[in-house]
């Protein structure tokens, strides 16, 4: 069995890794919401770059703290956010399903939970580089066809708009692809061919970073997020997700989880 009403399902990983698609199944299968872990697609733009859950996604589950930051703005308010949602979906007797990867506000997050009474339960999931390599690129093709360039340039004419040069620090200009595809925007007119070869190369260059970073997350899973839960002794299963995962399967393995932990005596609320 999964936690009693007062705990939370975090599912955490790297991009690409199937995050979304899994969340959806949690709380259909718990009657329950999902609350987006992510600090880029809180942003009221960017949809595609950031890979925001498609309504036919979602399936008809809420998903909380997407599409409520102003794109020249910073999420300073996100953790309480995230805090408030909880508790919201607490006080209608329902399991909140935390889905996200972000390397900067997962433990915050989960600290200010147990703070807040809740006891988390983790499930961090993984594959093989080679397979992770392998969906990012296909996820990036994907994004071509559904209208990603149109998308970037929309955000560089927004950027024209609302700062006073381009800044890749700051806002939804920070995510991954935009600083890639600048060149798109910026270089001197140029015939199709030259511009096809530019865009291959931007592509590129999105695909080797967007990999860049999902090792990164895969890192920072072991290094830092473990530590942390081991120190705060939050239980947590590690799940290698593949072509063959579903969210049956991955649920059947993290309750046995849950029950072994159950079993140790871990104390859960």
């Known amino acids: 069995m999964f936690p009693p009403v007062t705990s939370i399902i975090a599912l955490v990983g790297p991009t690409a890794v199937g995050k979304t698609k899994l969340g959806v199944q949690l709380a259909k299968s718990l009657q329950s919401e999902v609350i987006s872990i992510d600090s880029l697609q809180c942003y009221k733009d960017g949809s595609i770059i950031s890979a925001k859950v498609k309504p036919e996604e979602a399936?008809?589950?809420?998903?909380?703290?997407?599409?409520?930051?102003?794109?020249?703005?910073?999420?300073?308010?996100?953790?309480?956010?995230?805090?408030?949602?909880?508790?919201?979906?607490?006080?209608?007797?329902?399991?909140?399903?935390?889905?996200?990867?972000?390397?900067?506000?997962?433990?915050?997050?989960?600290?200010?939970?147990?703070?807040?009474?809740?006891t988390p339960f983790i499930i961090i999931l993984g594959d093989t580089a080679s397979s992770l390599e392998t969906r990012i690129r296909k996820r990036v093709d994907e994004m071509v066809q559904e209208g990603l360039l149109r998308e970037l340039f929309g955000l560089y004419k927004l950027e024209k708009a609302l700062l006073e040069g381009p800044d890749f620090s700051r806002g939804?200009?920070?995510?991954?692809?935009?600083?890639?595809?600048?060149?798109?925007?910026?270089?001197?007119?140029?015939?199709?061919?030259?511009?096809?070869?530019?865009?291959?190369?931007?592509?590129?260059?999105?695909?080797?970073?967007?990999?860049?970073?999902?090792?990164?997350?895969?890192?920072?899973?072991?290094?830092?997020?473990?530590?942390?839960?081991?120190?705060?002794?939050?239980?947590?299963?590690r799940l290698q997700v593949d072509g063959q995962t579903t969210g049956e399967n991955v649920m059947a393995k993290a309750t046995r989880s849950y029950a072994s932990a159950l079993q140790d005596n871990v104390e859960l609320l």
């Open 59 to 118: 399936d008809g589950i809420v998903h909380h703290l997407v599409d409520y930051v102003d794109a020249q703005d910073e999420p300073h308010t996100f953790i309480n956010d995230a805090i408030d949602c909880i508790r919201d979906i607490h006080s209608r007797g329902r399991v909140p399903i935390l889905v996200g990867g972000s390397t900067s506000l997962t433990i915050p997050i989960l600290q200010a939970a147990v703070e807040d009474g809740k």
């Open 172 to 237: 939804i200009w920070k995510v991954i692809g935009y600083r890639e595809f600048y060149p798109c925007f910026t270089m001197p007119r140029m015939d199709r061919e030259q511009f096809s070869e530019l865009m291959a190369q931007c592509l590129a260059r999105l695909k080797t970073e967007t990999v860049l970073y999902a090792n990164k997350q895969v890192d920072w899973a072991c290094d830092t997020l473990v530590p942390f839960l081991q120190t705060m002794k939050i239980p947590y299963v």
